[in-house]
């Protein structure tokens, strides 16, 4: 399945190391924020890390949809230097900051982070000047 014209509001750069896509505050963003990641990965050699890589996306955009309006960015970054990492990073218009909480049995969110956090190398967020950026690393399998 393709990206549509109207699923993604910008693509910066396909090629090299760095990609990032800007999806539009609408719930269709998840799927096509999963499709892209598995696109690129697959590109780079790195469908081992699909599955997870589009998982933890998914959950970090619909965080974003949940709690914010606006686009989301979605950034894949493979850092000189450091061939072992994937970096990825979601990043909406609402300046708050995530908290990783635990979840009731009963809950029906509030896992997310939590899932993030287990999964992942190391994760965190920052402030910007247009929002905030949700980031974690993954370990590539040489």
Known sequence: MGLLAWDVIGVFDTEGDCVEWTFPADPGAVRTARSAVRRQLHGWGLDSLGDLTALLVSELVTNSLRHASGPIGVRLLRPAGL???????????LPDLPR???A???DESGRGLQ???RASRRWGSRPGDRGKTVWFELSVPT
Request: glycine share 0%; aromatic share 0%; proline share 15%.
């Open 115 to 117: 899932l993030v956090a």
């Open 83 to 93: 061939p072992a990492v994937l970096l990825v990073e979601v990043s909406d218009p």
């Open 100 to 102: 990783e909480r635990v």
């Open 104 to 106: 009731r049995p009963e």
